[in-house]
């Protein structure tokens, strides 16, 4: 039986099957999962993001962007220094928040590999369309965590487990680049168990605040 990658629960139950592939769910955190050796070699991962058209000129895609940075900006104080994980191969909510005056940096495995940014404090980190993808969920959250400021805010976007009926229908389980599915229960476990404060202000979109006070983790 695999364990979860987001909290490293062994007791998980097969959840969905499709013709390509296995799901399990997660019976601590919820966590819906693909097992690592169905997962796409990362080859065939980069493959499949060079055929994105995702475009900083693309008036549509800032529209679907905005609802992350317009919920995201009001928690921010003017001059906060950003990051976008994630980033794709046409990086956009950065310009978008460079535009509204943020400093800001960009990381992603396959287009902007520049690991020195890892190594800074930020006070904001935004990953658009990115926890679907994270084979270890658990170490990259961890790690967007200590890369930021006491009091400092998460931001994501991704889709949302509802229930198993909508999940056997669901066309994002039909990428195959996407391998790790929250649901609300998944942010309010993580969020829970780190301290962080959580809101939900759209559908695909979340919004996680750190302690101020880091010595009162869990």
């Known amino acids: 039986m695999w364990r979860c990658p987001l909290c490293m629960n062994p007791k998980n139950q097969h959840y969905h099957q499709d013709s390509r592939r ?3 769910q997660c019976g601590g955190c919820q966590l819906v999962f693909v097992p690592p050796d169905q997962h796409l070699s990362a080859e065939r991962e980069k493959q499949e993001y060079d055929r994105h058209q995702n475009s900083s000129d693309d008036p549509g895609y800032r529209r679907f962007l905005n609802r992350l940075l317009v919920p995201l900006e009001a928690c921010l104080t003017p001059g906060a220094h950003g990051l976008d994980f994630g980033a794709g191969p046409g990086p ?3 310009v978008m928040f460079e ?3 943020y400093c800001m940096d960009i990381y992603d495995p396959f287009y902007a590999p520049e690991r020195q940014v890892l190594a800074q404090r930020y ?3 935004t990953a658009t369309e990115v926890l679907e993808h994270l084979s270890s969920p658990r170490q990259v959250l961890a790690q967007l965590s200590d890369l930021l400021v006491p009091g400092g805010y998460l931001g994501f976007m991704t889709k949302r487990v ?3 009926a909508a999940f056997s229908h ?3 389980i039909q990428d195959p680049t996407h391998v790790a599915f929250f649901s609300e229960d998944t942010f309010i476990w993580w969020a829970s ?3 962080f404060a959580l809101t939900f202000p759209g559908q695909d979109t979340v919004i996680m ?3 101020a006070d880091v010595s009162k983790k869990p």
């Open 22 to 24: 296995d799901y399990y």
């Open 92 to 94: 956009t909510l950065s």
């Open 99 to 101: 535009e509204q005056g």
């Open 123 to 125: 006070d904001f980190i």
């Open 162 to 164: 509802k229930n198993h």
């Open 170 to 172: 669901w066309h994002y």
């Open 193 to 195: 168990y780190h301290g």
């Open 209 to 211: 605040q750190k302690p």
